[in-house]
């Protein structure tokens, strides 16, 4: 056979001298044809180098079988679990994945999604940037009907499902935990509070104070994007307050990485001078000294669960326009940071 720059199935049915219908349904594993046969084409094809025109097949069947997953960072152990679970679920479901990251800014979020959107992909997964406090890019996949699932940082009053912790929860028991550890003062780092997420974790830690009969002071509470640096700078500024905190609430650990290092370099011992919780249960936060104690999010189940309603999503064709939140459990994990108490 004349070898051609594009094999086509009907360069495989002329070969083996059945029909171009044979052909494609034994490459779609039809049923109807025996294995003997789907073997047999299989076989042709691969030797003969053929590529299925997946840009014809979309454009027949109006899907792409592609999700789009944008996240604010890939290299976090949450956002890279999570996506391991869609990518589990996906995959099994006969979908493609393509991830993006936003780097926590909006305008990078903002031209990750219009991508998304002009490449077509059939359904969007995505957690907020720290900068982000608009949503009219998420517009163009709700006007669309094109089915859109928020996690962890998500739009509250936009038309979609969202996979979500307990935030508020998640603040309350870390500040009780410290409260019942013996610290007296305890202060909090947060994120962006224009981000849900954030701001929950901030009333649970004031729920948790309030219920102890312990005030609410502003000097305590830091906002800001939690990064090394942040947290650094966080450390210190507590510190050269009149009246010091022996004990902080990190919105992530991260941070809480950064005022450890801080501290024990300054000679604060901790947990005997100093608490600190985490949040998020990186793996350095196990093997650092002291461990950090921390909150874990279930980022395999929530990946798993974004990636079923998403699909079952697109199979309806957008489903019947009822939009779910789906909270999922967190654990505290108590390790040498904050545990006073036990010494």
């Known amino acids: 056979m004349e070898k051609k720059t594009s094999i086509t199935i009907h360069d495989i049915a002329r070969e083996l001298n ?29 030797k003969l180098g053929y590529q299925p025109n997946t840009i014809a ?33 996906a995959f099994e479901a006969g979908y493609n994945v393509i991830i993006s990251q936003s780097k926590d800014l909006l305008e990078k979020e903002k031209k990750i999604v219009h991508a998304m959107f002009s ?4 359904g969007l997964i995505t957690s907020l940037s720290m900068q982000t406090n608009e949503f009219d890019h998420f517009q163009i996949f709700t006007n669309k009907n094109i089915p859109l699932v928020f996690f962890d940082r998500v739009a509250p009053d936009l038309k979609a499902n969202k996979i979500v912790i307990d935030d508020f929860s998640c603040g309350f028991k870390a500040t009780q935990h ?3 550890q013996g610290y007296k003062r305890i202060a909090h780092l947060a994120g962006p509070t224009a981000l849900n997420t954030y701001q929950d974790r901030m ?3 004031k729920a948790a104070l309030k219920k102890n009969n312990r005030r609410v002071e502003d000097e305590l509470i830091i906002c800001n994007r939690l990064t090394r640096m942040d947290g650094q700078q966080a450390i210190k500024q507590l510190l050269n307050l009149d009246t010091p905190p022996d004990a902080v609430f990190c919105g992530n650990d991260t941070s809480a990485l950064s005022m450890t290092i801080y501290l024990k370099s300054q000679g604060i011992r901790i947990p005997e001078d100093f608490g600190i919780v985490g949040f998020s249960n990186e793996p350095f936060s196990e093997v650092v000294t002291p461990s950090i104690s921390t909150l874990k999010q279930p980022a395999q189940e929530m990946g798993k669960k974004a990636a ?6 697109i199979e309806n064709k957008g489903g019947q326009g009822i939009y779910q939140t789906i909270t999922l ?15």
Do not use: C, M
């Open 329 to 343: 459990p967190s654990e505290l994990i108590i390790r040498d940071s904050s545990l006073k108490k036990s010494l």
């Open 119 to 122: 490449n077509r992909v059939d």
């Open 57 to 89: 097949s979309n454009l027949r069947t109006q899907k792409t079988h592609t999700i789009g997953i944008v996240v604010p960072l890939i290299n976090r152990h949450f956002f890279s679990t999570f996506i391991s679970g869609v990518e589990d679920v």
């Open 308 to 313: 079923e309603i998403i699909i079952n999503e």
């Open 18 to 46: 059945i029909s171009a219908s044979t052909v494609s349904r034994a490459l779609n594993d039809n049923p109807r044809i025996s294995q003997a046969t789907k073997d047999k084409i299989k076989a042709l094809a691969l």
């Open 203 to 205: 009333d649970g830690y």
């Open 178 to 180: 410290l409260i019942d």
